[in-house]
C-alpha cells in the first residue's frame, strides 16, 4: 500500500515537470505575470517589452508620424481577440477606412470623439468603468495649446484599468500620464518608406518605427 | 374637500394641518397601479382612484394559491411605491369588501360568499341615499337580512337598484367586467416647493425615476428616450429631451443624462412641478456567445454609452462605418453593441498584409499655403503643420458631384515634410484652395 503511494506521488511529480518543461503548467505567481501582458499587434514593440501591461496605463509617445500606424495595429489586435475595444478620440483623427484596411473590426469598437482632453479623461473613465472594453486608447493627439489635465483623473483611470484589467494605452506628443503611467515608451525614429522611383509611381507605403522603454513598472 | 371645509375645519381645530391630494401624484399613482395590475392580467377594470378590479381566471397554472397570488400583487405594488391591500372572490363586490375589511390579502372561497358577506353592514355598500333611507325604515342593516328577503316584493318596492342590491348581498355579480386600455404614456409627475438648484430638483427627479423604472419594469418596457418637464414660476414651461444612447432602464443613467442636461443649460426660473415621460420599446435580452470574452452586463454597458453619448452628443459616440465611397474619409456612425461572431484575422497577419499606409485625419482639413516650383510643390505652411517638400506623391484627381451645382474636385497628394512627417494634402478646384486633409504613418 505504502509502495503503491509512492509510486503515484513519483508518477505525479513526472508529469507536473514534464509539463512544466513543455511550458503547459507555472506557478500562480507566474500564470499571474504571464496574464498580466497582452500582444500590441506591433512586432517590434512586443519583441521590445513583452506586449502592452493589462491593468495599466501605456504611454506611448510619437513626436511626428506613426502615430495612425500605432493606433489601428492596437485596435486590430485587441479586436482580433475578441474583446471589445473604444478609442477616445479628443483629436478627431479616427478614420474608419485605414482601420479597415488594418483589420480594425469595426463592430467591436467605439469611438468617442470627445471635445477636449478632459472631456476625454471623463469619458476614458466611463468606458473603462463599464468594464465592457478589453482596450481603452486615448489618442490625445498634439499636445499643444489644450489645457493642463489633473492629475486626479489619471490616478482613477489607473485604478479603473487595475480594476477592470483593461489595456490603456495614450498615444500623445508629451507625456501626459506621468507617474501613473506602468509602461511608457517613445518612438525614438521613424522613416519613411516610400514605393517607385519617378513622381508618376510613387507610392507611401507607411513608416518603420523603432521603439525604446523610457519608464517600465511592475510589468 | 372643498375650501370652505378647509376653514371652518381650521377654525374648529386651530392646530390642524389642511394638506391637498396632488392631482398629478394621484394620476400617476393610479397609472402606476394599473401597470401593476395589467402585469398579472390583460381584463382589468379601474373603477375609480385607487380601486381596480382584475379578472384572475386562468393564473392557477402559474401560481399554486391564490394566497400566494394575492402576495405576489402585494409584493408587485409595493415595488412601485404604493402599499395595496388585495381581496379574491367570485365576484366584483366580494373580493372589494375581502380587500377593505383585510390589511393584506384575504381570500373568500368559492360557495362560501354568503358566510362572509352575511355579518357585514349595509353601511359598507355605496348605496343611494334614498335606497339606504328605505333599507333604514325596513330595519335592514346588515347583507344577511337583506339577502333574507324575497325578490319580488323587494324589486316592487325598490325598483331595479333594489333587486340589485339584493343581488349583490348574495355575492351574485351583477355586470360583466369591462376591460381599459392601458395608458398610452408612461408618466411620473411630481410637485415641489419652488427649486432653484440643480441638486434638489435631482433629488425629486430621481424619485420619480424610480418610480417610473419600476413601471417599465413591470411591464416589460425598457425607455429609449426621456421627455422631462418643468413647470416654473410664476408661468412657463422649460420642455427637454433627454437622449439615451441605448435603451435602458437604470435610473442612475437617466440621472446622469438629466444631470448634464441641467448642467448645460439650467431651468431659467424656480420650477414648482416636475414630469418625466418615456418612449418604451419591448425589453431584449441579449444571447451572449460561449466562446467570446464575457462582457458587461448589458445595463452596465448602456448606462456607459448613455453617459457617453450626453457627454460628448448622440452624434459623437458609436461604432464607426467606412462608407462605400471613394472620397477619402467618409464614415458613418452606428450604435454601438456588443458583436457577437468569431475572431477576425490575428493583428500581426494584417499587419503583414497590409502595411498602410494608415491615416489620422485632421478634421476640419486645415488650409495651408504651398510654394510652388516648376509646377510642383515645394513647400507646405499650415497653422499647425510647415516644412519644405522632401518627398511627394499624387495627385489623384477625385470628382464628386458633378451633376450638382457645387461639384467636389479636388487633387489629392502624400507630401513629406522636413522632419519625416508625412500628410495627405489636397487642392480644391472649387475654392482654388490648398487644405491639409491627414497625417499618415
Redesign the interface.
Known amino acids: 500500500m505504502r509502495l503503491s503511494e509512492d509510486m503515484q506521488v513519483c508518477e505525479a511529480s513526472g508529469i507536473i515537470r514534464e509539463l512544466r518543461q513543455r511550458g503547459l503548467l507555472f506557478p500562480a505567481g507566474e500564470i499571474r505575470t504571464r496574464a498580466a501582458v497582452v500582444?500590441s499587434?506591433?512586432?517590434k514593440l512586443d519583441s521590445l517589452c513583452g506586449g502592452l501591461p493589462a491593468g495599466g496605463i501605456t504611454e506611448i509617445l510619437?513626436p511626428?508620424?506613426?502615430?495612425?500606424?500605432?493606433?489601428?495595429?492596437l485596435l486590430?489586435?485587441a479586436?482580433?481577440?475578441?474583446?471589445?475595444a473604444a478609442v477616445i478620440d479628443p483629436?478627431?483623427?479616427?478614420?474608419?477606412?485605414?482601420?479597415?484596411?488594418?483589420?480594425v473590426?469595426?463592430?467591436?469598437?467605439?469611438?468617442?470623439?470627445?471635445?477636449g482632453r478632459r472631456?476625454a479623461l471623463?469619458?476614458c473613465e466611463?468606458?473603462l468603468?463599464?468594464?465592457?472594453f478589453?482596450m481603452v486608447v486615448l489618442?490625445m493627439g498634439?499636445g499643444r495649446g489644450r489645457g493642463p489635465v489633473s492629475t486626479a483623473a489619471w490616478m482613477r483611470i489607473r485604478n479603473l484599468a487595475r480594476t477592470t484589467g483593461a489595456v490603456v494605452p495614450v498615444i500623445s506628443t508629451l507625456s501626459m500620464a506621468g507617474p501613473f503611467a506602468s509602461l511608457a515608451l517613445r518612438v525614438s525614429g521613424?522613416?519613411?518608406?516610400?514605393r517607385?522611383k519617378s513622381?508618376a509611381d510613387?507610392?507611401?507605403?507607411?513608416?518603420e518605427l523603432s521603439f525604446e522603454v523610457t519608464r517600465k513598472r511592475g510589468v | 374637500m372643498s375650501d370652505r371645509a378647509c376653514r371652518i375645519g381650521c377654525l374648529l381645530v386651530p392646530e390642524s394641518t389642511v394638506r391637498f391630494v396632488s392631482g398629478p401624484l394621484l394620476r400617476s399613482a393610479t397609472d402606476a397601479l394599473v401597470d401593476v395590475a395589467r402585469s398579472f392580467s390583460p381584463r382589468v377594470s379601474g373603477e375609480n382612484a385607487g380601486k381596480l378590479c382584475l379578472d384572475l381566471g386562468g393564473l392557477a397554472n402559474l401560481y399554486p394559491s391564490e394566497h400566494k397570488l394575492g402576495s405576489a400583487m402585494l409584493l408587485a405594488a409595493e415595488r412601485v411605491g404604493l402599499p395595496a391591500r388585495v381581496g379574491i372572490g367570485a365576484s366584483r363586490l366580494v373580493a372589494e369588501l375581502a380587500a377593505r375589511t383585510t390589511d393584506s390579502v384575504q381570500i373568500v372561497p368559492r360557495g362560501e360568499e354568503r358566510s362572509f358577506l352575511d355579518p357585514l353592514p349595509l353601511s359598507l355598500l355605496h348605496v343611494p341615499e334614498p335606497l339606504a333611507a328605505a333599507l333604514r325604515r325596513f330595519g335592514i342593516e346588515c347583507f344577511a337580512e337583506l339577502a333574507a328577503l324575497p325578490p319580488r316584493g323587494l324589486g316592487l318596492r325598490l325598483g331595479y337598484e333594489g333587486l340589485r342590491l339584493w343581488r349583490e348581498a348574495r355575492g351574485e355579480e351583477t355586470a360583466p367586467l369591462v376591460s381599459e386600455r392601458p395608458p398610452e404614456r408612461i408618466v411620473e409627475e411630481g410637485e415641489c416647493d419652488l427649486l432653484c438648484r440643480i441638486e434638489p430638483l435631482l433629488m425629486v427627479l430621481q424619485s420619480l425615476c424610480v418610480r417610473l423604472a419600476a413601471r417599465l419594469s413591470v411591464r416589460g418596457l425598457v425607455a429609449c428616450g426621456l421627455f422631462l418637464g418643468l413647470d416654473l414660476d410664476p408661468v412657463g414651461k422649460d420642455e427637454r429631451r433627454l437622449g439615451l444612447a441605448s435603451p435602458c432602464r437604470d435610473v442612475r443613467a437617466w440621472i446622469g443624462v438629466a444631470r448634464l442636461s441641467l448642467e448645460e443649460s439650467p431651468p431659467p426660473a424656480p420650477v414648482t412641478s416636475l414630469r418625466i415621460e418615456a418612449d418604451v420599446l419591448p425589453e431584449r435580452r441579449a444571447q451572449l456567445d460561449l466562446f467570446e470574452p464575457r462582457v458587461q452586463a448589458a445595463t452596465g454597458l448602456d448606462d456607459a454609452l448613455a453617459r457617453l453619448a450626453a457627454l460628448s452628443g448622440e452624434d459623437r459616440v458609436g461604432s464607426p462605418r467606412a462608407l462605400d465611397s471613394h472620397r477619402p474619409g467618409a464614415f458613418a456612425l452606428e450604435p454601438f453593441k456588443i458583436a457577437a461572431g468569431g475572431k477576425v484575422r490575428g493583428a500581426q497577419e494584417s499587419q503583414a498584409q497590409n502595411s498602410g499606409p494608415f491615416v489620422l485625419a485632421v478634421r476640419p482639413a486645415e488650409e495651408a499655403r504651398v510654394a510652388h516650383s516648376r509646377g510642383h510643390p515645394v513647400s507646405l505652411a499650415s497653422r499647425s503643420f510647415h516644412g519644405r517638400v522632401v518627398r511627394l506623391a499624387g495627385p489623384w484627381r477625385f470628382d464628386s458631384g458633378w451633376w450638382r451645382d457645387d461639384p467636389l474636385g479636388r487633387d489629392y497628394y502624400e507630401m513629406e515634410l522636413t522632419g519625416g512627417d508625412v500628410f495627405r494634402v489636397f487642392f480644391d478646384h472649387g475654392r482654388r484652395r490648398w487644405f491639409v486633409d491627414g497625417i499618415c504613418g
Open positions: 500582444s499587434g506591433i512586432a510619437v511626428g508620424s506613426g502615430a495612425a500606424g500605432i493606433l489601428y495595429a486590430a489586435a479586436t482580433s481577440r475578441g474583446e471589445s483629436r478627431d483623427g479616427f478614420e474608419a477606412s485605414s482601420a479597415t484596411s488594418a483589420c473590426n469595426l463592430q467591436r469598437l467605439l469611438w468617442v470623439r470627445a471635445r472631456q471623463h469619458a466611463i468606458a468603468a463599464s468594464g465592457a478589453g489618442d498634439p521613424s522613416v519613411s518608406r516610400w517607385g513622381r510613387k507610392l507611401f507605403e507607411g513608416m
